[in-house]
């Protein structure tokens, strides 16, 4: 590279940075997409320890560190927007919550197991979606949560410009495909989540001003601008073709590998499952609905293996049906009585969640323990319109919504017939 070129690509950089700075925030979000980010992580320590990459001026670092009380540190390689997060952190009284680093987050120097939640909004591009989830996950403490988000294609045949612009800058994926690289490199989908529209207007709105009022004489400003104002022309003309997706994901417990059953398996499944109930009833259930051409879904059928190789646990999800549109339910979920309270059934839960997710289920309901199964996102039923055709506590009904982007449908679930209700 000649000495031209490196002035050319240095007054680049710092064009492209002079038109970001002061810009609340450096990529498509809100803070109604933060909160619904954390909400997707569950449960907390009271002080979480957060690792934020690719933090610009800290705008999640700062809710992080104000709504969910923890303590954030919070990387970027661009001293200036580091700069801008302290100052807005002293003046918010966050100044002992927020340590601003310098850093590359592909070269991270800090320990193993060091933070709760690890969190990339909007930044993940840099070293790209698969390389964070081998990097990053020695990052996570047990039961430590990593969040993303990541620009995804929203349509499978997207417009031939929005197409060459992103193959060209950075190739997308759906948020189905990004799922599914997440699971088979281990991690568990708390969550997934199309981003609304506004959180483009949050960052291209201030950003189209900063392009009106750039000094276009400035060495490379000329090119950030048409660079600018061409992605934001792209996304005016195509946004329905791509958009912005949220993923929380979590490490799959080691403890307790997880695969779908095998013919084999039947005879433990059915020894774990009356064990677990204390009767042959829900072994029967499971036998039953594995007859039935038109309940079973191949491969949601998920067992979690003991160390000696054993079925200590197993989860079952077939077909059902809400107001007559397809749905999924959960059940019956069996773990062993000595492996119980031990994360087993919370392993297979996840893992036949993910397996649903794969299989392209949107809905999954369950009816059980009102304090268990919203660990895994179900909420009650009835906020989608959604209830059994038998008496039960409102609140033992739940659903969980896999994937948003299809309406929910509303109305009377229709159980196999093997469910006998």
Known sequence: MSDHDIQNDRASHDAFFALHHGLPRQGPGSDATTRRLLALAGPLPERPRVLDLGCGPGRSALLLAAEAHAEVTAVDTHEPFLDELRAAAAARGLGGSVRAVRGDMGALPFPDGSFDLVWAESSVFVIGFDRALAEWRRLLAPGGTLVLTECVWTTDAPAPEARAFWDEHYPLRTAGELAAVAIGAGYHVLGTFLQPDGDWDEYYVPLAAHADAADTSLPGMAGAVAGTRAEIALRRAHGGDYGYAGLVLRPADPRWPTRP?????????????????????????????????????????????????????????????VGGAPAAALAPVSVAPEHQRTGAGRAVVRAALDAARLAGEHLVLVLGHSEYYPRFGFVRASEYGIRPGFEVPDEAMMALVLDGSVPVPAGTIAYPAAFGV
């Open 261 to 321: 059953e095998r013919e084999a398996d039947h005879g433990a499944v059915r020894e774990v499952t009356a064990a677990a109930f204390g009767s042959p009833a829900e072994a029967e259930l499971v036998d039953a609905l594995r007859a039935d051409p038109d309940a079973w879904l191949p491969g949601l059928s998920v067992v979690a293996e003991a160390p000696d190789g054993t079925v200590a646990a197993h989860a079952l999800i077939t077909r059902c049906r």
